[in-house]
């Protein structure tokens, strides 16, 4: 059976990471759903149905970062079934959803959103820092060309070297008299 489904339910596990290279990665994890229904002039809970989620790409890094065991979440997407009988003939059956879209759930609790970053094009180089940036560009100088000036209070300009360091001997040798 395959159908497009949401469930609102509890994550029931840490949630499981695995890279799988150039597709990106891949987290899953397990959701309990379990009903409220009427009995007797007053709700109990019903049965817990268990799901596995399982998250890929960019949904799988987010879902990592974002999603705890024991949190309610709301997951939509593809669900399918697996029926088997096990060695002592009991019939038994799981369930897997491939999320589309997995969400805290807000009416139990709040939560704080942050939109993700473009990512650049494959080709242009990633930075940790904008010094980093900047120690790669002057490398890339012909030689001579590395070293920047900046105003300074006290001499009108300081030299950086291509490590971003501050390279101000005037100043030193200023106090050092």
């Given at each position: 059976?395959?159908?497009?489904v949401?469930?609102?339910?509890?994550?029931?596990?840490?949630?499981?990471?695995?890279?799988?290279g150039?597709?990106?990665?891949?987290?899953?994890?397990s959701?309990?759903?379990?009903?409220?229904?009427?009995?007797?002039?007053?709700?109990?809970?019903?049965?817990?149905?268990?799901?596995?989620?399982?998250?890929?790409?960019?949904?799988?890094?987010?879902?990592?970062?974002?999603?705890?065991?024991?949190?309610?979440?709301?997951?939509?997407?593809?669900?399918?079934?697996?029926?088997?009988?096990?060695?002592?003939?009991?019939?038994?059956?799981?369930?897997?959803?491939?999320?589309?879209?997995?969400?805290?759930?807000?009416?139990?609790?709040?939560?704080?959103?942050?939109?993700?970053?473009?990512?650049?094009?494959?080709e242009?180089?990633?930075?940790?820092?904008?010094?980093?940036?900047?120690?790669?560009?002057?490398?890339?100088?012909?030689?001579?060309?590395?070293?920047?000036?900046?105003?300074?209070?006290?001499?009108?300009?300081?030299?950086?070297?291509?490590?971003?360091?501050?390279?101000?001997?005037?100043?030193?040798?200023?106090?050092?008299?």
């Open positions: 059976m395959e159908a497009h949401t469930v609102a339910g509890n994550v029931g596990n840490l949630v499981e990471w695995k890279d799988v150039p597709v990106g990665g891949r987290t899953m994890f959701l309990a759903h379990t009903p409220r229904v009427r009995r007797d002039n007053g709700w109990v809970d019903g049965e817990t149905t268990w799901y596995r989620v399982t998250c890929w790409r960019r949904l799988a890094e987010h879902v990592r970062g974002s999603v705890k065991a024991g949190q309610p979440v709301v997951v939509g997407g593809r669900l399918t079934t697996q029926r088997w009988t096990t060695q002592n003939g009991v019939e038994r059956q799981d369930f897997e959803i491939e999320a589309q879209w997995v969400a805290h759930d807000l009416r139990l609790g709040t939560a704080e959103f942050t939109k993700m970053q473009a990512r650049p094009p494959a242009e180089p990633q930075f940790e820092t904008p010094y980093e940036a900047e120690r790669v560009v002057a490398e890339q100088a012909p030689a001579g060309e590395g070293a920047e000036t900046a105003p300074d209070a006290a001499t009108d300009t300081v030299r950086v070297d291509a490590d971003g360091v501050i390279t101000d001997d005037d100043v030193t040798d200023a106090h050092a008299a």
